[in-house]
């Protein structure tokens, strides 16, 4: 009876050297080696995404302004100018202390017309809606009580369906002049009333979301945005974006 050969699985060599009565030498590798060269793996990947990421955001955030700035002469229907006021201490102002923290400030953004009379403010939302978070801004009418214009900055939605909050010419056209709190009803059921939006059949989550946004936006700042407004706002020293 003869001995077994001694075998080592796992190993391409393993068949040739059970036949030869040898034991195929597996190299190894040094752990302090493998650590060395995964902690250079990661610290070169890690500069690269924090250089990407300083090269991006400025970029980033220079576009989101610009769409914001459009978005706000959009709602409020083409102002001369517009200005930014910051709420600090309960009140709304164009002009924040310095020490007051405007990066997380609310605020509303105010349109001129050409003669420096207020027009309108718009006010930015977002909340949850069927997919996820939907973020719009709106333009209002304090002296009327009327919404002047949607548009949806963000959203998720379903394709086809949800994402006609913002695709549907129809719909959007419907949040100019109605008066607000707006009240969402199934089309061909409403009254007529002017503060109705018909609500887009398949998507009524998503419809109906937009109108919580606008309705629970002026629900929170009502009262400051009117007290703004009595105040009687004055237009930016020279006309342009937002400042």
Known sequence: MSASLPTVSGTPEAPRAAEEGRVPVVPHTSSPRLVATLAVAGAIAGL???????????????????????????VLSGPSSTRTFFLVDGAFTAEPPAAADTASADRVYVGFDAGGAPVGVALAAAE??????????????????????MKV??????????????????????????????????QGAGSGGDDEIDMITGATISS????????????????????????????????????
């Open 48 to 74: 690269v995404l924090v250089l990407v990421h300083q090269w991006t955001e400025p970029r980033i955030l220079e576009h989101q302004a610009r769409v914001l700035d459009e978005a706000v002469v959009e």
């Open 128 to 149: 949850p809606g069927f997919q996820d978070v939907i973020r719009l801004i709106f333009g209002y009418d304090p002296a009327g009580g009327a919404v002047l214009g």
């Open 153 to 186: 900055l963000e959203s998720k939605e379903t394709p086809g369906l949800g994402d006609k909050i913002e695709k549907d010419s129809s719909f959007v056209a419907e949040f100019r002049g109605v008066v607000a709190p707006l009240l969402g009803v199934k």
């Open 208 to 243: 109906r979301a937009i109108i919580d946004i606008i309705n629970h936006r002026l629900e929170a700042v009502e009262a400051d945005v009117q007290a703004l407004w009595r105040s009687a706002p004055a237009a930016p020293s020279m006309a342009g974006g937002l400042p």
